[in-house]
């Protein structure tokens, strides 16, 4: 009895113990899963249920690298549900080896050099009376449009609306914000 009492106090420490150390990294849950300050944007991508699409996107592209590397990155993560909103056959047609390309521009669209937090973004809309324009790594504009108070929308190159549902998912080398929609280039 008192070698049970034993087990499960020392099972009851450790547990507290691990939910101390991700209390203490502030974590965020996506997709079912703790995103870790400490993990890299591909590390905590890889456990979020939600992303489980733009994590083969991105592993197809060859991005992985890109996106492990120091960054700062802003990246808006489309969900499963968002790809899903895509026309019937889209993903499995872009993820062919031939469509490595638009494929890769798609996903870069999906990425802003240098960390722009929530409040970062409030900043730029404000500045631009509710309307800001950023330039993504693939070296196209991407809009960001005040819908509110801490209600912040995207409008991509075909006009394309996506709503930002999860902001300031923290990464070691940037952050995420979740978003519904796959946003398109021009």
């Known amino acids: 009895m008192k070698t049970l009492l034993r087990t499960a106090i020392c099972a009851s420490l450790l547990l507290s113990t691990a939910s101390m150390a991700a209390m203490s990294q502030n974590t965020t849950m996506v997709g079912g899963a703790e995103m870790y300050p400490s993990k890299n944007i591909v590390e905590n991508a890889l456990n979020s249920k939600d992303h489980t699409t733009l994590v083969a996107a991105v592993k197809a592209a060859g991005l992985v690298d890109t996106l492990q590397g120091k960054g700062p990155f802003t990246v808006f993560a489309p969900t499963n549900a968002a790809f899903a909103k895509l026309p019937a056959g889209t993903v499995d047609n872009l993820v062919k080896p031939e469509n490595k390309a638009t494929l890769t521009s798609i996903l870069t669209y999906h990425v802003v050099a240098g960390k722009y937090e929530m409040k970062d973004l409030e900043k730029l809309l404000k500045k631009g009376n509710g309307t800001a324009e950023l330039?993504?790594?693939?070296?196209?504009?991407?809009?960001?449009?005040?819908?509110?108070?801490?209600?912040?929308?995207?409008?991509?190159?075909?006009?394309?609306?996506?709503?930002?549902?999860?902001?300031?998912v923290q990464q070691k080398n940037g952050v995420i914000d979740v978003i519904d929609t796959v946003l398109m280039p021009k």
């Open 135 to 168: 330039k993504t790594v693939n070296g196209q504009p991407l809009w960001i449009l005040n819908n509110g108070p801490h209600n912040i929308q995207l409008k991509d190159g075909k006009g394309n609306i996506a709503n930002i549902s999860t902001y300031d």
